[in-house]
């Protein structure tokens, strides 16, 4: 398996190891863990964003007649050169 070396502070070192020590797991897996959730999250937010743009898409016309004023047409509207 692939293998990264990560620089942490002394401070940063300490924490890990009082967090580590208070979970009751080793720093390694601590920080695995942790990288493994950041990495999810992304996902889900990136899922997230195109079940949001695939929604937005399928009901433009709807949104479009909810808010003119928001309609990129309504923008430049009234503007004076």
Known sequence: MPALNVEFSDRELEDLRQIA???????KALVREAAAADIARHRALQEGAEAFRRFFSAHADEFAAAFPEDEPSARGAGRVA
């Open 21 to 27: 020590k208070e979970r009751g797991t080793s720093m």
